[in-house]
């Protein structure tokens, strides 16, 4: 069903932004680039 995937899509890249704020807001851009690094 192309409803479930887009949902699920949609989903997944707002927890996404939501690990990206998290490390921002807890140790700034400096945190944000070491889990950017960690991602690879």
Known sequence: HV???EHRAMLEQ???????DQARAD????????W???QS
């Open 3 to 5: 409803g479930d995937e």
């Open 14 to 20: 707002q927890a996404w932004i939501g690990l990206m």
């Open 27 to 34: 140790n700034g851009s400096e945190g944000l680039r070491n």
């Open 36 to 38: 950017w690094k960690n």
